[in-house]
């Protein structure tokens, strides 16, 4: 079955850092765009998945404003795993990270991540 494996979420104070990780097969790296998603339960944004960052085939990144500057996305081929460093992590940064193959219309299982003041 298909399917893409997140990891790397966790609990981290203000200004602290974590990096996610989503693994798949190399078909999917090989073909599609790869993005992370955010969706935080009860709040301004809805149930609507917010996009945080994507990454082409060729290695082009598009970053949510919000993020900008402080969130790399970057993929390593050999390991058919695209990550997501995520530093100088904001409260507002609190959600369940989805890592997603467009073309492929898949979705990852979801990761936590919390961020306290």
């Known amino acids: 079955q298909v399917q893409l494996v997140e990891s790397g979420g966790g609990s981290v104070q203000a200004g602290g850092s974590l990096r996610l990780s989503c693994a798949g097969s190399?078909?999917?790296?090989?073909?599609?765009?790869m993005g992370w998603y955010r969706q935080a339960p009860g709040n301004q944004r809805g149930n609507q998945r917010e996009l945080v960052a994507t990454i082409t085939i060729s290695g082009r990144t598009n970053y949510a404003d919000s993020v900008k500057g402080r969130f790399n996305i970057f993929r390593d081929s050999a390991k058919n795993t695209v990550y997501l460093q995520m530093n100088s992590l904001k409260p507002e940064d609190t959600a369940v990270y989805y890592c997603?193959?467009?073309?492929?219309?898949?979705w990852g299982q979801g990761t936590q991540v919390t961020v306290s003041s």
């Open positions: 997603n193959a467009d073309r492929a219309a898949l």
């Open positions: 190399r078909s999917i790296f090989s073909l599609n765009t």
